[in-house]
Structures are given as C-alpha cells and as structure tokens.
DNA sequence: ATAGACCCTGTAGTCGCTACAGGGTCAAGC
DNA sequence: GCTTGACCCTGTAGCGACTACAGGGTCTAT
C-alpha cells in the first residue's frame, strides 16, 4: 500500500511560513485544531491545516488581533450564517488602522521638525529641548 | 518653619498624566531615581523627578521605546557632549515611524478592497475568500 | 474612633510570540 | 548495528510596557 509520509510541523512551517513555535502556540489556544499523531507522537497534519494556517497567517498579517481571527475562524466555520458579522470585525479593524495612520502621521511631522537643525552641544539641543516642553 | 507638605507620586501622577503603577514601574527600571522617603514611607518627590517624568512621558507619546528614553535622558544629564547621538537616536525612530505608514497604507487598501463589497451568505464572503487565498 | 482616600510591596496577567532546556524519533551513511 | 544530525516533543521563562490585583499601612477629616 502506498503510504504517504504524514505532514509534519516542519513542513507545514515551510508551506506557510510559520514558525513551528508558532503553529504550537497557535494549537495550544486553540486557532488551529490539535492534528492526529504518528506513533512517535509527531503531528500529522491534513491539508484542512494547511488551509487554515493560510488564512491565520493572512489575517495576522493584515493586522488582525488572534482574538478578531479566532472569530472570523468561527463564522467561515459556520457556512450558512451571513457574513455581516465578519464584515463588521473588518470595519472595525479597517478603522483602528485608520487611526493609528493619522497618530503616526502628525508624530511623523514633530519628529521631522525635531530632526531638520543644526548639530551643536547638548545644552541647546534642540531635541531635547522640544522634549522638556 | 513653613514646611510644604512633600509631593506623593499622586501629586506627580495627576501633573504629569502618568499613572501612579507606571511611576512607580519607571523607578523600579531605573528610568526615574529613587526619590526621598517621608516618616510614614511615602515617596517625597523634588521638581527635578517632574521634570524628567515630563520629559518620559512626552517621548513616549511620541513613540520612543524605554530603551531610546533612557540612553535620551543619559546624554541630556552629560551637558558637555555633543547632540549627534540624540540626533541618531530620532532619525532612526524617525525611519520606523515612516516605515510604519507605509506598511499601514497598504493594509488599509487592502482592507479597503475587503469591505467594500456587498453581504451575502458566508459562502461566498469576500473577506474570508480574501483571507484564504 | 472611624471612614475613606491615599500610599506601600510584591506578584501575576496582558499580547503574540520567541527561546531555551532536556529529552525522544527518524533516515541515511558507514 | 551504530552513529550522526536533522527533526520532533513538552514545558517553562522571557520580551516590552505596562495594568491589575492582594494584602497590607498611613494620613486627614469628622
């Protein structure tokens, strides 16, 4: 019989470029579902795994906190739900990173005014100074 | 003798915005030094501790991580050298900050893309399809 | 004398990993 | 059959920058 070797934690880091540390931790709470194991207690993952390792790293990438994608998770889980429940996480994600474009933006615009001068002693550091203000 | 009550670190905190927890954290990391204690061990705090938790807390606002904080503060107590490594310290926070925009502004258009599309089943939600592919 | 606001220390929790320590398993080469 | 080295296992501690207790003590006003 041909038996395929079972997909290990390393290739499923390979695949998804995850960190086996990661996809442990990722196991232990509970976004990722604990795979079967091999008679050396290796995990053996499926391609369902791999899937949704995919989808976690996406997400975590675009920013989305494990809790908004452990919730996400659930509802593309739950196939006949509506999907206004996860537009609205997206909403609200889309939002926060609005936010946090316009704080950086006007801190960039500071730092830029702190930087731009001459050199000289500390005493007249002009840093310092916009600093102690 | 006129002896003016000492100020307590809830005095600091409601003048600096700091919280008393935070004050006493930046003591414990050696950020803000030990201050003068009162009969009854109550931390006695002189304008210099003002100043200089002034001085944190609006680097931190603008983003500086603890770490650039206090070598900031170390070459502000040493007048005599020259500003060029405060300089360095701030271009660099100056290049991550950038850095950050820009990574956020291609979050949010893809976010953009994300939510603006119509409600369905989840089945074929754009969000979750998005995440999967 | 007592209530209530304030202060103290020390420890544990948050988030999302990362980095060990101290072992076990497996495949290839000799 | 034995060894080497790559891989895997569990469990725990650490990061940064706080925050939140628990379990006490102090100070001020009534």
């Not at 675009?62 to 196939?79: C, H, I, P, T, Y």
């Amino acid at each position: 019989m041909a038996m395929t070797r079972p997909m290990t934690i390393g290739h499923l880091a390979r695949e998804t470029g995850v960190r086996v540390e990661t996809i442990r931790f990722y196991e232990k709470c509970g976004l990722l579902p604990p795979p079967a194991r091999t008679g050396g207690n290796y995990r053996a993952y499926e391609e369902s795994h791999l899937r949704r390792l995919h989808f976690i790293r996406r997400a975590r990438e675009l920013g989305f906190s494990l809790d908004q994608v452990r919730a996400m998770l659930a509802m593309s889980d739950n196939k006949n739900q509506s999907c206004e429940a996860v537009d609205a996480i997206a909403r609200v994600h889309l939002e926060e990173v609005e936010r946090k474009i316009a704080d950086l933006t006007e801190l960039k615009q500071e730092l830029d005014r702190m930087v731009n001068h001459a050199h000289g002693p500390i005493a007249d550091c002009r840093i310092i100074e916009t600093l102690n203000r």
